[in-house]
Structure formats: structure tokens, C-alpha cells
T-cell receptor, first 116, second 113 residues
């Protein structure tokens, strides 16, 4: 496997279900990200992890719970979601330097989530 | 309020001609700009970037121009090819928050054969 992989690619879940999205990067990067893309909207940054530590949480509801066990893996745990949470969830990684260094982010193919 | 705007949701261009995709931003702290391309069922892929110390960056058929006074950047693709048909996203970041990328809503480019 190369680049950034995400599983599953498609997920349909009910509002009472609990599910998890998985992301793995094979690029040796130290920073990982979760984005949400709703129809016709810009990508919205949800969470940032740098060296396994969460550094950003952009006011995301607690029904989304990220987990980063190591620099290569990132999970997004989902529970009691709402239909409006249906979207494409994208994972990305980058080699993050010091403040002032610019990061080119590499994206996975995304998970298309539908909440019924 | 969107800090990065792509006001054209779609653009159609004839093969061989120039494609010009535009992007405007409002945050004067942005000092690094990127373009990503996205095909259906794939994640965005990095295309080209430009730092605010430059006003032009070129990579093969792709050139990005930055007009800081107008807070405007554009991506030129010449000559356009059918394989360039995709959604193009503009993104911006500031050195004070290097991990945060703010994206525009994208422009669907269709290159007609």
C-alpha cells in the first residue's frame, strides 16, 4: 500500500449505531488530519494530530471522537450521528515542520458516509 | 463567512485552449496558497503552490499567479487536456497556523475534446 488509505470507502449507518473510520498513511509523515466535505461546500478541517497529539479541534460535536494511536494510524469513532452528518470524510497527512513551515497535505480517497 | 472563495462553480474549455481558474481570499494573514485537483471517488491531490514572496510559480502546463494587493490568485492550465477535467480546490494557510488549510468550495473544470 502506498500513500494514504481509508476504510471503509462507503458506510451507511443508523442514528443509534456506533462505527469507526480508519485512516493509514504510508508516507512516514508526522501529522494527520480529518476533514469533512458536505455537498457544494468547502472542505472543513475537523481534527489535527501532530506526533499523535491532538493539536486542533475545530468545534466538532462530541459524537465525533478521533483517536491517533501512532503517527501512521488515525481513527474517527462515530456514535449517535444525525442525518446532516452525511458527507465525505477525508483523511490527510503531512510532514509537519516548525511553525512557519508550509505543509503539503496528501489526502486519502475518503469515506462516503450516509446516516439514515 | 468564507475566507477563500471560488466564485465559479464550473468552467468548460475546449481542448488545447487555456483554462483559468480563479480564487479570492479575504484574510491578509494568508501567505501560502495551494491548488488541489480532485477526481470523482478519489481524494484531492496536490497540484501546485505559491508563497506570498512570489507572484508566479510555474510547473509544466500549470502556472499559478498571485496578486496580493487584490487578494486574488489564479491557476492557468495551458494547453488544457480532457484528463484535466476535475474539481479544482484553492487552499490557503498562514505561517502563524501552518497546519490549517482553508479551502475554497471548488470549481468543476470540464475540458471538451
Amino acid at each position: 500500500e502506498t500513500g494514504v488509505t481509508q476504510t471503509p470507502r462507503h458506510l451507511v449507518m443508523g442514528m443509534t449505531n456506533k462505527k469507526s473510520l480508519k485512516c493509514e498513511q504510508h508516507l512516514g509523515h508526522n501529522a494527520m488530519y480529518w476533514y469533512k466535505q458536505s455537498a457544494k461546500k468547502p472542505l472543513e478541517l475537523m481534527f489535527v494530530y501532530n506526533f499523535k497529539e491532538q493539536t486542533e479541534n475545530n468545534s466538532v460535536p462530541s459524537r465525533f471522537s478521533p483517536e491517533c494511536p501512532n503517527s501512521s494510524h488515525l481513527f474517527l469513532h462515530l456514535h449517535t450521528l444525525q442525518p446532516e452528518d452525511s458527507a465525505l470524510y477525508l483523511c490527510a497527512s503531512s510532514q509537519d515542520g516548525q511553525l512557519g513551515a508550509y505543509n503539503e497535505q496528501f489526502f486519502g480517497p475518503g469515506t462516503r458516509l450516509t446516516v439514515l | 463567512d468564507q475566507q477563500v472563495k471560488q466564485n465559479s462553480p464550473s468552467l468548460s474549455v475546449q481542448e488545447g485552449r487555456i483554462s483559468i481558474l480563479n480564487c479570492d481570499y479575504t484574510n491578509s494573514m494568508f501567505d501560502y496558497f495551494l491548488w488541489y485537483k480532485k477526481y470523482p471517488a478519489e481524494g484531492p491531490t496536490f497540484l501546485i503552490s505559491i508563497s506570498s514572496i512570489k507572484d508566479k510559480n510555474e510547473d509544466g502546463r500549470f502556472t499559478v499567479f498571485l496578486n496580493k494587493s487584490a487578494k486574488h490568485l489564479s491557476l492557468h492550465i495551458v494547453p488544457s487536456q480532457p484528463g484535466d477535467s476535475a474539481v479544482y480546490f484553492c487552499a490557503a494557510s498562514s505561517s502563524g497556523s501552518a497546519r490549517q488549510l482553508t479551502f475554497g468550495s471548488g470549481t468543476q473544470l470540464t475540458v471538451l475534446p
